[in-house]
């Protein structure tokens, strides 16, 4: 196979394709490989790039990221975690929760489902990834199970998750990291019917890393999930989520909060696809954005022709701290079917100064005063995720960045 590169920076990308043996997925690889060296990397000339300039930070050299054994990730471990650095599962550190089939990818290596055709973030995942999670949940998981991916050294690292919860189940997906680096991430999470599922995606980024995430939810008749996805900064992030509602009576909950500052910059892209009829979903992406940091939202609802009684709501808020900090955003709704119900909307604003006066006139200091007002506003998607740990460490981030 002979790869033509459209821009410079793909050429590493494509020897390493070159270099990897074969193995079972060798044909879905090569194709989403073409499929990369035709696309390209995305540029602010694509209209889902338009405001996030990937090209700088490509320019920097990233290694293919070694396994971790032997690498002390040096964070405390819960009873129910795998653990990954720099993409590669860490069984020493892990501690899989007992009755529940969850492990590295490796094990047993699935077919990609999510499409990539139009996507070259996603179908560089898919041509090289290596390890993830493989989880399957028949029953009732009474306890959280966290995944977490530790990010250290000047490494870029494919993680591909496959999640499948067919009774009740509360996952958490972390990602930390020190230094400069690139994650390319991708999560496939399947809700069979009747399947109750909350996930979180938890990010605390440094301000050197280029972050992608690609999260493809599925979901079956009567299924009821909730998506959180938490971004205190970083120095170029990218969270996409494509839900497809595609079973009757589907509820999805997205909910969604982006911290920044500095030069930070955060881009939120969903989609999600009502395709079956009398299926609902709510979301609400709220973000925070301080000195010169950019944050990026781009919300999608679509109502195919046969999706009857749809009940869909979107809304996006924002709260700039200064008056450098610069958010874009885009809410749209798509709608083929007739008997529907869909709202959207979006607001950016600063902090409200008549109350600002009001505290102050109780004796609050002013910086103290929005503060508080800052963190009221963030704390409508903190106080909704049920996993207390991510709820704590949020908060914790959250009251961090504000000073």
Known sequence: MVLTPVNANQEAYLASFGARERDSLHAVRETAMERFAVLGFPTTKNEEWKYSNLTPWLKMPYEKAPRSAGFDPGVKVGPNSLVF?????????????????????REIPPQPVAPFAENAMLALNTALFEDGAHIEIDGVLQEPLFLMFI????YVSYPRNRIVVRGEARIVEQYIGEGPYFTNAVTELEAAAGASVEHCIFQRQSVEALHFHHLAVRQKRDSN??????????GMVRNEVLAVLDGEGAHCALSGLYVTRGTEHVDNHTTLDHAKPNSTSHELYKGVLDDRSQGVFHGRIIVRPEAQKTDAIQRNRNLLLSREAVVNTKPQLEIYADDVRCTHGATVGQVDEDAVFYLRSRGVGRDDARKLLTNAFASEILDDVKVEAVREQASAALLERLG
């Open 225 to 234: 999930v909730r998506l959180y996805n938490l971004a205190f900064g970083g």
């Open 151 to 154: 990010s250290a050294g000047r």
């Open 85 to 105: 650095v720099n993409g590669w599962f860490a069984p020493e550190f892990s501690r899989v929760p007992a009755g529940v089939k969850a492990g590295s990818l």
